[in-house]
T-cell receptor
Framework: GAVVSQHPSRVICKSGTSVKIECRSL??????MFWYRQFPKQSLMLMAT?????????EQGVEKDKFLINHASLTLSTLTVTSAHPEDSSFYIC????????????FGSGTRLTVV | KQEVTQIPAALSVPEGENLVLNCSFT??????LQWFRQDPGKGLTSLLL???SQREQTSGRLNASLDKSSGRSTLYIAASQPGDSATYLC??????????WGAGTKLIIKP
């Protein structure tokens, strides 16, 4: 079945540094990938939609200059949290839409980001 | 605007019981509905995907139904086990191919 690989699974960084999270579709091509964020005890919230070869679409309230998204190929999207602050500490999950299975979504395993 | 509601928010039952989780949505114009499972601190696992033209899907002890006209879906778990303890999320894909999420039902199965 469709598999999405997300790395790293956990990362701890210092305030002010940048962190890159990778999301790869291993056995299918994804023209669209999605990035979600989840704070403790809250629902998943869509941050942005990543489109291969074009600019990402950000949800209202998400700073595009802070959360840089690059979707340079059909199998890789990256999310870079720039100048990270403790309030950016969260669980980030990517997903990709595998159109070969009737638009079902496949999710990465998530990245736990802690900014100290 | 599509809204997805899950009831109950939390549920605790003894092992072995059959149980039903509910999901309702306000706009029947959906492409599909998915049920997911999320274990604490981990990513999501897709459980069942029901296309808008389908009425139900089954996988093992899980059965999901969809009544698009009334805006409802149920996830039925038979013979519950402690390993079923997790948060269960439903999400609908709207006409813009966006996923709209429910807040989830936290399920605890007591041994």
């Amino acid at each position: 079945g469709a598999v999405v690989s997300q790395h790293p699974s956990r990362v701890i960084c210092k305030s002010g540094t940048s962190v890159k999270i990778e999301c790869r579709s291993l056995d299918f091509q994804a023209t669209t990938m999605f990035w979600y964020r989840q704070f403790p005890k809250q629902s998943l919230m869509l941050m942005a939609t990543s489109n291969e070869g074009s600019k990402a679409t950000y949800e209202q309230g998400v700073e595009k200059d802070k959360f840089l998204i690059n979707h340079a190929s059909l199998t890789l999207s990256t999310l870079t949290v720039t100048s990270a602050h403790p309030e950016d500490s969260s669980f980030y999950i990517c997903s990709a839409r595998d159109e070969s299975i009737n638009y079902g979504y496949t999710f990465g395993s998530g990245t736990r980001l802690t900014v100290v | 605007k599509q809204e997805v509601t899950q009831i109950p928010a939390a549920l605790s039952v003894p092992e072995g019981e059959n149980l039903v989780l509910n999901c309702s949505f306000t706009d029947s114009a959906i492409y599909n509905l998915q049920w997911f499972r999320q274990d604490p601190g981990k990513g999501l696992t897709s459980l069942l995907l029901i296309q808008s033209s389908q009425r139900e899907q089954t996988s093992g002890r899980l059965n999901a139904s969809l009544d698009k006209s009334s805006g409802r879906s149920t996830l039925y778990i038979a013979a519950s086990q402690p390993g079923d303890s997790a948060t269960y999320l439903c999400a609908v894909m709207d006409s813009n191919y966006q996923l709209i999420w429910g807040a989830g039902t936290k399920l605890i199965i007591k041994p």
